[in-house]
């Protein structure tokens, strides 16, 4: 049986919430928390074969030119190296996220410092890394274009990327108030926990594949165009991947080469990336420069917003950080211009990290915001609220579903922010406050999967789908609990497989609503096919802890099952509802900063987010997703900056000792609510994604409370010591 | 140097209780040697230089980093995983609390926090929430669930507190 939906109509019947068993929204533990406490999930490099092989990916060490061979022999001569490796099949970067073909290949065109271009293979992984690092590359330097921000960079303004809309300059000069100033965000990148891994062999010409991957159905075909194989030959597995954040959407160079290796050896194979090649490889959020012009009339309502964003990116890749994304529905504004440029460099490939757009695109509109809010002297969240529109006024497309306003007033009732005191200090610090609204555009991707309801009541969920931390087992357990009214401990979810129906994998938000609404579609069919047997509507029935209850009779959901087990592929795919709503998730920010007023240092005090994200799944899951969005908005803030040698795009910091994340001691008090909302728009679920909200923004509310406690306005991020001390009055 | 990595070391040394006898490459770290030779991957290499805890076991009664300490180092030493911890009880608690709390979204970070949890919670008193968060700030967590991780510590503490075991 097949359950399928095209979401071209809203289903505003929120089914979930007629349903009996209990279980979805609630803080119910994650199915897969016991393996991951006792070491015993299995991530990418924990599927070791017997006589596994070991191999080490060789980086370019010229920004642009050629490979015209390496020096194999002597390599392979050394103990236990059993083959070095190169050609046109390498990966020059990772895919991007949903590419569903291979990226850019081949070792003989050099693009960037760290570029893989060749495998050393050997017994051990000790010996594999000796060799690796003893091949020496023979290569032709070509000339490079290294720094994006150089004068007279060649610049590109795709016309596809550029819009206008009245007359900004006009409103720019009628204004009572305006905001005109450059933003400039620094290269991040995703770091996840587990480095990008792969372990590969062959049976005949059937692949299997071990990798650290986000979208299983694209990595297939990526996988298979990049080998020139059948995708029917490629079994990519990932039951647990450790952290994503973007940088595993696409496969990455380990991927191939493990697979080449394993092919050339005849035996299996394992690549991990060392975390240098993390950072050189896979993926870095481009820099940006942000120019925003805000025109706004007497009371501070937004007539024009102008926002022209430049960005870089290696040659031939479509991805430019879609830095404008929010622009054109946030707020307000009859007049305004849009505008992105790329600039082309020989730097590591620029991709998707954690919300690619609102992360940095956003907190640059919410400073201005705030540089608008000190000019009007409007209180910054009776500013937003007044510039909340009622359509989106850049895409002239109605709301689905709009709860920022709700969002905003949540968030300064729980923070306190009415209570706020100016010029507060502590000893010798400045205490600041600052928020910032939340927003991120939602979406659905298709998917499908399978669910088995079998003659002993137990529950099957299968899914090519991953669980990248976020929690998946947990929500798609639970919906699928929730809808047949099977309590947890009688239900299995299997994810991470190929084989298995294929999901639009975890990315942009969407994996949750996604995957989610497949196994509800399943389900929703099961409910009818129960009903049909009770003689009742399906909407009549009631489903609780194995039992099936219809005009005051129970019966056992074994009981009707038969000898053959109920097994249903449900399936949704984005329709109408998206392409003609303007659907997003909203939010909002707070929080206090402590500014040392002798050295500049900023810590963050407390913070706060609220968040309407449509119905939440799993109170417990969701809200840790949330946390961590806003501490990745703490290290955008504060300490997060890639830097890269002007002279040859070298990443200079490409480790987890000089590229600062927020650690233990860096993160305060945080603390997450949720605004209800049922978005009928979204899914049949009435859900939207939440993985990325809490970036969205995160960072403005730090900057905006550093100029509360200080009157230094950064504008560079992050706000390090350097930015923020000569500003300071002095002690 | 060829030589040298080519070498190797035969070294005897008790893991998670029981005696272990191995022949290993000079060069390779004690992490490795859990995860490749003894086949406990539960100890994961993410920074591979002592920055980021991930590989973090327990070496003569120390939370130590298993990606900065070379196996033949560990001739003669006691280690414990976070499999063999599992396996003793010693920690179920802790791991009770970590899942109750959502202590651990993509786990990769898990088993160095919990060894290193474990240390804390071994001194005397229950350690005020700042004194957790001092203490794993050698631990990181990218998917960033550190509120939940001094959450399920705190009240671990707090537990075996009033149970008056610590």
């Given at each position: 049986m097949n359950a399928h939906l095209k979401m071209d109509k809203p289903d505003d019947r929120n089914r979930l919430d007629d349903m009996a068993q209990g279980l979805l929204g609630t803080a119910m533990d994650r199915p897969e928390g016991p393996l991951k406490v006792t070491g015993t999930a299995t991530y990418a490099h924990e599927a070791h074969q017997p006589g596994m092989l070991h191999g080490v990916l060789v980086r370019a060490t010229i920004a642009?030119?050629?490979?015209?061979?390496?020096?194999?022999?002597?390599?392979?001569?050394?103990?236990?190296?059993?083959?070095?490796?190169?050609?046109?099949?390498f990966l020059r970067n990772p895919a991007q996220g949903t590419a569903n073909k291979a990226p850019v290949q081949g070792s003989s065109e050099i693009y960037y410092i760290g570029q893989p271009v060749a495998l050393v293979v050997a017994d051990s992984f000790e010996a594999a890394r000796h060799g690796a690092q003893s091949l020496e590359l023979r290569m032709t330097a070509g000339t490079a274009v290294p720094d994006a921000k150089?004068?007279?960079?060649?610049?590109?303004?795709?016309?596809?990327?550029?819009?206008?809309?009245?007359?900004?300059?006009?409103?720019?000069q009628d204004a009572a108030f305006t905001v005109d100033q450059r933003y400039t965000t620094p290269g991040h990148n995703s770091a996840p926990m587990e480095p990008h891994s792969a372990i590969a062999w062959w049976d005949g010409d059937q692949l299997t594949l071990h990798a650290s991957n986000q979208m299983l159905k694209y990595n297939v075909n990526e996988v298979a165009d990049s080998l020139g194989i059948d995708p029917e030959n490629v079994h990519l597995l990932a039951p647990y991947v450790g952290g994503g954040f973007g940088s595993k959407l696409g496969i990455s160079p380990d991927a191939v080469a493990a697979a080449l290796a394993a092919k050339e050896l005849g035996v299996p194979v394992s690549v991990m990336l060392t975390r240098q090649q993390v950072f050189e490889n896979v993926m870095r959020r481009?820099?940006?420069?942000?120019?925003?012009?805000?025109?706004?009339?007497?009371?501070?309502?937004?007539?024009?917003?102008?926002?022209?964003?430049?960005?870089?990116?290696?040659?031939?890749?479509?991805?430019?950080?879609?830095?404008?994304?929010?622009?054109?529905?946030?707020?307000?504004?009859?007049?305004?211009?849009?505008?992105?440029?790329?600039?082309?460099?020989?730097?590591?490939c620029a991709g998707s990290v954690r919300a690619p757009g609102e992360a940095v695109g956003l907190t640059a509109l919410e400073i201005a915001m705030d540089e608008l809010a000190v000019a009007?002297?409007?209180?910054?969240?009776?500013?937003?609220?007044?510039?909340?529109?009622?359509?989106?006024?850049?895409?002239?497309?109605?709301?689905?579903?709009?709860?920022?306003?709700?969002?905003?007033?949540?968030?300064?009732?729980?923070?306190?922010?009415?209570?706020?005191?100016?010029?507060?200090?502590?000893?010798?610090?400045?205490?600041?406050?600052?928020?910032?609204?939340a927003a991120r555009v939602n979406m659905i991707g298709e998917s499908h999967a399978r669910v088995t309801l079998n003659p002993d009541g137990t529950l099957l969920i299968e899914t090519d789908m991953t669980d990248i931390g976020t929690g998946t087992y947990a929500i798609l357990t639970q919906i699928a609990g929730e809808m047949l009214g099977v309590p947890q401990d009688r239900i299995e979810t299997r994810l991470g497989d190929s084989k298995l129906p294929?999901?639009?994998?975890?990315?942009?938000?969407?994996?949750?609503?996604?995957?989610?609404?497949?196994?509800?579609?399943?389900?929703?069919?099961?409910?009818?096919?129960?009903?049909?047997?009770?003689?009742?509507?399906?909407?009549?029935?009631?489903?609780?802890?194995?039992?099936?209850?219809?005009?005051?009779?129970?019966?056992?959901?074994?009981?009707?099952?038969?000898?053959?087990?109920?097994?249903?592929?449900?399936?949704?795919?984005?329709?109408?509802?998206?392409?003609?709503?303007?659907?997003?998730?909203?939010?909002?920010?707070?929080?206090?900063?402590?500014?040392?007023?002798?050295t500049g240092e900023v810590r963050l005090r407390r913070m706060h987010g609220s968040f309407a994200a449509g119905r939440i799944l799993n109170a417990k899951t969701a809200r840790s997703q949330c946390l961590g969005g806003m501490t990745f908005g703490i290290g955008m803030a504060l300490t997060e900056e890639l830097i890269q040698d002007t002279r040859d795009g070298h990443l200079v910091n490409h480790d987890l000792a000089e590229y600062h994340i927020p650690v233990n001691a860096d993160v305060p008090q945080l603390s997450v609510n949720f605004i209800a909302e049922r978005d009928p728009y979204a899914n049949p679920m009435q859900a939207k994604?939440?993985?990325?909200?809490?970036?969205?923004?995160?960072?403005?509310?730090?900057?905006?409370?550093?100029?509360?406690?200080?009157?230094?306005?950064v504008r560079d991020l992050p706000a390090t010591m350097d930015k923020i001390l000569p500003g300071l009055p002095d002690v | 140097m060829t030589a040298v990595f080519s070498d190797r070391i035969d070294i005897a040394l008790r893991?998670?209780?029981?005696?272990?006898?191995?022949?290993?490459?000079?060069?390779?770290?004690?992490?490795?040697?859990?995860?490749?030779?003894?086949?406990?991957?539960?100890?994961?290499?993410?920074?591979?230089?002592?920055?980021?805890?991930?590989?973090?076991?327990k070496v003569d009664g120390q939370a130590i980093r298993g990606c900065l300490m070379l196996a033949a180092q560990a001739d003669g030493a006691d280690v414990w995983t976070v499999e063999g911890l599992s396996d003793t009880g010693d920690l179920s608690d802790l791991q009770a609390a970590f899942v109750a709390r959502n202590a651990l979204q993509c786990g990769?970070?898990?088993?160095?926090?919990?060894?290193?949890?474990?240390?804390?919670?071994?001194?005397?008193?229950?350690?005020?929430?700042?004194?957790?968060?001092?203490?794993?700030?050698?631990?990181?967590?990218?998917?960033?669930?550190?509120?939940?991780?001094?959450?399920?510590?705190e009240s671990t503490a707090q537990a075996r507190a009033d149970r008056g075991v610590a």
């Open positions: 642009r030119g050629t490979l015209d061979g390496v020096e194999a022999a002597a390599v392979e001569k050394m103990p236990g190296v059993r083959k070095v490796m190169w050609g046109d099949k150089a004068d007279g960079v060649a610049v590109e303004r795709p016309e596809k990327k550029q819009s206008s809309m009245g007359d900004l300059k006009a409103a720019m481009s820099e940006t420069a942000q120019d925003f012009q805000l025109a706004a009339d007497k009371d501070g309502v937004l007539r024009g917003i102008g926002h022209t964003a430049r960005v870089s990116q290696l040659p031939d890749e479509s991805f430019a950080e879609p830095v404008t994304q929010a622009t054109p529905f946030l707020y307000k504004g009859e007049n305004r211009e849009t505008h992105m440029e790329i600039v082309r460099v020989n730097q590591t009007t002297g409007i209180d910054p969240v009776e500013l937003r609220k007044r510039n909340i529109p009622d359509r989106s006024p850049g895409e002239d497309k109605p709301f689905s579903s709009h709860k920022l306003a709700e969002a905003l007033d949540d968030g300064a009732a729980i923070f306190g922010w009415a209570d706020r005191k100016k010029g507060a200090t502590d000893g010798e610090w400045l205490i600041g406050y600052g928020m910032s609204s294929k999901s639009a994998g975890s990315g942009g938000s969407w994996g949750a609503s996604s995957a989610g609404s497949s196994v509800y579609m399943a389900c929703e069919k099961l409910r009818q096919t129960i009903a049909a047997k009770l003689n009742c509507d399906e909407g009549d029935l009631t489903l609780k802890d194995g039992t099936a209850t219809f005009a005051n009779k129970q019966t056992p959901l074994t009981d009707l099952v038969g000898d053959a087990p109920m097994v249903v592929e449900g399936a949704i795919e984005p329709g109408k509802t998206q392409k003609d709503f303007r659907q997003a998730t909203f939010g909002s920010f707070f929080c206090e900063v402590g500014v040392n007023s002798v994604g939440i993985g990325e909200l809490g970036i969205c923004g995160a960072g403005a509310a730090i900057i905006n409370a550093i100029y509360d406690a200080t009157g230094v306005r | 893991v998670n209780g029981e005696e272990v006898e191995a022949r290993v490459p000079a060069g390779r770290h004690l992490v490795d040697f859990l995860r490749l030779d003894l086949g406990l991957t539960g100890a994961h290499a993410s920074c591979e230089h002592g920055v980021c805890g991930a590989c973090t076991v990769f970070c898990t088993p160095g926090m919990l060894v290193a949890a474990q240390e804390l919670l071994a001194q005397p008193g229950i350690p005020s929430r700042h004194a957790i968060r001092e203490h794993l700030s050698g631990n990181y967590c990218r998917c960033t669930g550190y509120e939940a991780i001094v959450d399920a510590i």
